[in-house]
C-alpha cells in the first residue's frame, strides 16, 4: 500500500501502436487522460523494432483512416517528407507506410501532448484494486516507488493484458496448445547501394541464405531473409531474426531470447556484408533495444473474432476498423512463416467492438493486440494500423461512458460506430449483421 494516490478519468495502460490511439481519442473528447507507458519511449512493437512499416493501412486500397491517416499526413507533409505509401513485396499484403522512425515517434508524442494526455514514462502498472466487477484502482511503481491511480475507466493497451488478466477477465495464451509465434529482433543495414542488393526480386534472398545455413554460418531459421528498403536510401530493414518457444510474459525469457537474438543478428550482418552484393560496405545499426513480442495473451471479450468471420468478409455492425491482411503466422511452436490470404481478394472484414469489451468487468477495456479472437483471426488483425484503431475506438467508447455514467458495456455501439466514422475511419458504414 502506498500514501501516493493520483486520479483520472481514463487510465491507458501501455503505450504502443494501440495506447496512443485510445489515449488521444479519449483526450480529445474531453476526458483527463492518464497514459502509462513501462519504458522510455512511445511506441511499444514499433519502438522495439525502430523501422516496422505499417502495415494492412489500406483495404481496397483506401486507408483505414482516423489517427493513422492523420499521423501519416502530417509526417509526409514535413519537408523533407518524412512517411510514404510503398507497396509490401510479399505475397497477400497490401499497401503499407514507411516512415522515418524518429519523426515518426516524436510527432506521436507531440500528438499525445496536444491532445492534452499526462504521458508517464518508465511507469509500470502492477496490478487492480477491484471493488465486485470495478476496477476501482491500479497500482503502478515508478522510479519513487508505489502509487495507484484511481480511474473512471481503464484501457488495457499492454500488448500482454497483464492488468485485465489480473481483474479476471479470462484469456488464452498463444493458440489451442499454449504456443506462440516466435518473437523477432530487428535491425538496419546502413550504407547498402540498393541497385545490386535487390537487383533479384527475391525479398527473402534464398539463394544466399541457403549457403549461410549449409555452411553453418547462418542460424538454421534464417532460410529465408526478408530484407525491405528501408525509409531512407540506402538502409534495409531486416526483420528476419526469430526466436521460437519464447513466452511473452516472462521477463527472464525475454531477455534471453533478445541476447540471443542479438548474437544471431551480428552473425547476419556479417554474412551480408561478406555474401550478398551492395552489402560489402554497409554496418549494422538501430539494432533492436528487446525482442518485438507478436503474441501472448487473447483476452476474452463479449465477441471472439474468428478465422471463419475474417473468410466470409464479415462486416460486423459494431466494427470499427477495416482489415484484409493475410494470415501472418510467424514459427508458432516448429510451424513455419505463413502469409496465406485471410479473405477473397478485393475484399475485408471488420473489427468487431465487442472484441474489445470483457463480458463482465464494467469499467475495463482492451485493444491492440491483447483482443478477444482465435489463432488465425489473431494473425490478421495484429497489424499496428489496425491496433491503433482499436485504440481510438475503445478511447473514444471511454468518454461516451464517461458522459453517461454507463458501463462499457452499455455503449451505444451505433452512436459509438458514428463518432468514428466522424472521426474519419472509413469503412464502417457498410451495416450487414453477421451470423453470431
Ligand atoms: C517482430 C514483429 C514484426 C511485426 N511486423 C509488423 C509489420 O510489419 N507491420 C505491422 O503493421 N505490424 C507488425 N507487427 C505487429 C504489430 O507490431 C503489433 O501487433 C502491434 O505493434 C501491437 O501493438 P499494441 O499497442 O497492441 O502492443 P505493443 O506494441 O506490444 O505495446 C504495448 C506497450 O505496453 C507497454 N506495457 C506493457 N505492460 C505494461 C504495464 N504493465 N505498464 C505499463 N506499460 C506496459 C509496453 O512497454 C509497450 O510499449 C509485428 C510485430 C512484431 C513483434
Given at each position: 500500500m502506498t500514501d501516493r494516490v493520483e486520479d483520472t478519468d481514463v487510465l491507458v495502460v501501455g503505450g504502443g501502436t494501440a495506447g496512443f490511439g485510445a489515449a488521444i481519442a479519449a483526450a480529445r473528447q474531453g476526458a483527463r487522460v492518464t497514459l502509462l507507458e513501462a519504458t522510455s519511449k512511445v511506441g511499444g512493437v514499433m519502438a522495439f523494432c525502430p523501422g516496422m512499416p505499417w502495415g494492412g493501412a489500406y483495404p481496397m486500397d483506401e486507408i483505414i483512416g482516423g489517427l493513422i491517416e492523420e499521423l501519416t499526413v502530417r509526417l509526409a507533409s514535413m519537408d523533407p517528407p518524412a512517411a510514404e505509401k510503398r507497396n509490401c513485396t510479399l505475397d497477400n499484403f497490401g499497401p503499407e507506410i514507411i516512415y522515418d522512425h524518429d519523426l515518426a515517434t516524436l510527432t506521436m508524442f507531440e500528438m499525445l501532448e496536444e491532445a492534452g494526455v499526462r504521458v508517464r514514462l518508465g511507469t509500470i502498472a502492477i496490478a487492480p484494486d477491484m471493488d465486485g466487477d470495478t476496477v476501482s484502482a491500479v497500482q503502478c511503481c515508478d522510479r519513487q516507488g508505489p502509487f495507484s491511480i484511481k480511474?473512471?475507466?481503464?484501457?488495457?493497451?499492454?500488448?500482454?493484458?497483464?492488468?485485465?488478466?489480473?481483474?479476471?477477465?479470462?484469456?488464452?495464451?498463444?493458440?489451442?496448445?499454449?504456443?506462440?509465434?516466435?518473437?523477432?529482433?530487428?535491425?538496419?543495414?546502413?550504407?547498402?547501394?540498393?541497385?545490386?542488393?535487390?537487383?533479384?526480386?527475391?525479398?527473402?534472398?534464398?539463394?544466399?541464405?541457403?549457403?549461410?545455413?549449409?555452411?553453418?554460418?547462418?542460424?538454421?531459421?534464417?532460410?529465408?531473409?526478408?530484407?525491405?528498403?528501408?525509409?531512407?536510401?540506402?538502409?534495409?530493414?531486416?526483420?528476419?531474426?526469430?526466436?521460437?518457444?519464447?513466452?511473452?510474459?516472462?521477463?527472464?525469457?525475454?531477455?534471453?531470447?533478445?541476447?540471443?537474438?542479438?548474437?544471431?543478428?551480428?552473425?547476419?550482418?556479417?554474412?551480408?556484408?561478406?555474401?550478398?552484393?551492395?552489402?560489402?560496405?554497409?554496418?549494422?545499426?538501430?539494432?533492436?533495444?528487446?525482442?518485438?513480442?507478436?503474441?501472448?495473451?487473447?483476452?476474452?471479450?463479449?465477441?471472439?473474432?474468428?478465422?471463419?468471420?475474417?473468410?466470409?468478409?464479415?462486416?460486423?455492425?459494431?466494427?470499427?476498423?477495416?482489415?484484409?491482411?493475410?494470415?501472418?503466422?510467424?514459427?508458432?511452436?516448429?510451424?513455419?512463416?505463413?502469409h496465406d490470404a485471410a479473405i477473397g481478394s478485393g475484399q475485408y472484414y471488420t473489427i468487431p467492438f465487442r472484441s474489445l469489451v470483457p463480458e463482465k468487468v464494467t469499467n475495463l477495456m482492451f485493444a491492440g493486440r491483447i483482443l478477444s479472437a482465435d489463432p488465425a483471426a489473431f494473425a490478421s488483425v495484429r497489424g499496428m494500423p489496425q491496433c491503433m484503431a482499436m485504440g481510438q475506438a475503445t478511447g473514444t467508447a471511454a468518454a461516451l461512458a464517461l458522459r453517461s455514467g454507463a458501463t462499457v458495456q452499455e455503449v451505444s455501439r451505433e452512436e459509438l460506430v458514428r463518432c468514428l466514422s466522424q472521426q474519419g475511419i472509413n469503412r464502417l458504414n457498410v451495416v450487414e449483421m453477421a451470423a453470431q
Open positions: 480511474s473512471k475507466y481503464v484501457i488495457d493497451c499492454s500488448g500482454d493484458g497483464d492488468i485485465s488478466a489480473k481483474a479476471g477477465v479470462p484469456y488464452v495464451l498463444g493458440d489451442a496448445s499454449g504456443n506462440m509465434m516466435a518473437v523477432t529482433i530487428s535491425f538496419f543495414m546502413v550504407g547498402v547501394d540498393w541497385k545490386r542488393a535487390f537487383a533479384d526480386p527475391d525479398p527473402y534472398f534464398e539463394k544466399y541464405a541457403a549457403k549461410g545455413v549449409a555452411e553453418n554460418r547462418l542460424h538454421r531459421d534464417l532460410a529465408k531473409l526478408y530484407l525491405m528498403r528501408g525509409f531512407h536510401e540506402g538502409t534495409v530493414f531486416c526483420n528476419s531474426v526469430h526466436v521460437r518457444g519464447v513466452d511473452g510474459t516472462d521477463p527472464v525469457a525475454v531477455g534471453a531470447a533478445t541476447q540471443e537474438g542479438r548474437r544471431r543478428c551480428r552473425q547476419l550482418a556479417q554474412f551480408l556484408r561478406s555474401d550478398v552484393p551492395g552489402f560489402e560496405n554497409a554496418h549494422m545499426s538501430m539494432l533492436s533495444p528487446t525482442v518485438g513480442v507478436r503474441e501472448t495473451r487473447k483476452l476474452q471479450g463479449i465477441y471472439r473474432l474468428k478465422g471463419e468471420d475474417l473468410a466470409r468478409a464479415t462486416k460486423f455492425e459494431d466494427g470499427v476498423v477495416a482489415c484484409d491482411n493475410p494470415i501472418d503466422d510467424v514459427m508458432r511452436a516448429e510451424g513455419e512463416m505463413t
